[in-house]
């Protein structure tokens, strides 16, 4: 387990921590750790932190992929301006009652492709 007292023990020097502040260390998986895994792990944590040092947090892949799926319902990936295109398209919609394609179908491309469409149209 050198690596992993390694993760523990060495100071982050990656960005700019404050070296004040106790950093955390985590095990992930994609899977799911065997519960033998899991105990000697628990007892491995308990004989570091008796050494002063802080725990490894073991995070498997059922909790991960909830952790990505419950964060999918409130983020998303897309630039400030797409957000405010929609928003401004929104209003629009709601002040005309109809719906202009040209603008909507520009705003698309520009959230799914991240570029202008081909046959570029106004946005705002």
């Known amino acids: 387990m050198g690596e992993l007292e390694d993760l523990l023990r060495l100071p982050v020097r990656v960005g700019s921590p404050d070296p004040a502040q106790a950093h955390r260390s985590f095990l992930v998986t994609n899977g799911r750790v065997v519960d033998e895994v899991v105990v000697a792990l628990k007892e491995w944590n308990e004989r570091m932190h008796g050494l002063g040092y802080g725990r490894l947090e073991l995070i498997q892949g059922q909790e991960l992929l909830k952790t990505f799926l419950d964060l999918s319902t409130t983020f998303v990936p897309v630039r400030a301006e797409s957000c405010a295109g929609l928003v401004r398209l929104h209003i ?32 705002d």
């Open 92 to 123: 629009a919609v709601m002040a005309r009652t109809m719906l202009d394609r040209e603008r909507f179908s520009e705003l698309l491309w520009r959230i799914v492709f991240s570029r202008q469409s081909p046959s570029p149209g106004p946005v």
